[in-house]
């Protein structure tokens, strides 16, 4: 498991001017002992679903369902509208012109699939979604762009105009299907064991999950198959 690191110039800066307010959208007790508590905050808020309630001034209630709703009821817990949820992202001038780079570099000049190959947790990854993009170009003949799984390096701006351009995004439970929800990018994602009432579509927007319904699912920790 990944170990939290911050940088002392961030713990010093946030304890030279403390913020107002401090939230953790995750429940993480790393961050929240890491990051929260150091910031001298004078609202911490977030659940405690792992521990650090008590270095909290603000537990929020934790109720299974979709995490974006979670994270509007921390966000309403402090004062937060109680309007709908709006999702999307700014363009940026360097995201705009690093996708262009990359549409340019791989022939996609007009309408194409982009395939996210990649993931953060190795055992969300389908090791064969490279030939699933593959098998678009050769059967359909439209341009499919790749990336994820090879030493190809874009920044999160880059990744968003990418996602935002793209006629289709097929991916696993990660970054670019989320973005892709923002952005209102159709989006194909396969779900091992992601958990869909909790990162899957959400209501308004636009995708289609691909997974089995495993009895193992709810108990799964997403860092170790035990079946």
């Known amino acids: 498991r990944a170990i939290l690191v911050l940088p002392r110039e961030l713990i010093d800066r946030l304890r030279a001017a403390p913020p107002d307010v401090a939230v953790d959208l995750r429940g993480d007790l790393r961050e929240i002992a890491l990051l929260l508590w150091p910031s001298r905050a004078r609202r911490r808020a977030s659940c405690?679903?792992?521990?650090?309630?008590?270095?909290?001034?603000?537990?929020?209630?934790?109720?299974?369902?979709?995490?974006?709703?979670?994270?509007?009821q921390i966000a309403r817990h402090l004062g937060a509208s109680e309007a709908p949820a709006e999702m999307s992202l700014a363009s940026r001038p360097e995201g705009l012109r690093l996708s262009r780079e990359l549409r340019e570099s791989r022939g996609a000049g007009g309408d194409f699939v982009l395939v996210h190959c990649g993931t953060r947790v190795p055992l969300k990854a389908y090791d064969r979604m490279r030939a699933v993009g593959d098998a678009l170009a050769r059967e359909d003949g439209i341009s499919v762009i790749a990336l994820g799984d090879g030493p190809e390096a874009l920044s999160v701006d880059g990744l968003v105009e990418l996602v935002r351009s793209a006629r289709l995004l097929?991916?696993?439970?990660?970054?670019?299907?989320?973005?892709?929800?923002?952005?209102?990018?159709?989006?194909?994602?396969?779900?091992?064991?992601?958990?869909?009432?909790?990162?899957?579509?959400?209501?308004?927007?636009?995708?289609?999950?691909?997974?089995?319904?495993?009895?193992?699912?709810?108990?799964?920790?997403?860092?170790?198959?035990?079946?």
């Not at 008590?54 to 509007?72: K, N, P, Q, S």
């Not at 989320?178 to 209501?203: E, M, N």
């Not at 997974?211 to 920790?221: K, V, Y």
């Open 170 to 227: 097929i991916c696993h439970d990660s970054a670019p299907w989320h973005v892709a929800q923002a952005v209102g990018t159709p989006a194909v994602a396969i779900f091992g064991p992601s958990k869909p009432w909790a990162t899957g579509l959400y209501p308004g927007r636009r995708g289609r999950l691909v997974s089995l319904d495993l009895p193992c699912r709810d108990a799964c920790d997403e860092a170790t198959c035990r079946r």
């Open 48 to 72: 405690d679903v792992a521990g650090g309630g008590a270095l909290l001034t603000d537990v929020v209630l934790y109720r299974e369902g979709h995490r974006i709703d979670y994270m509007l």
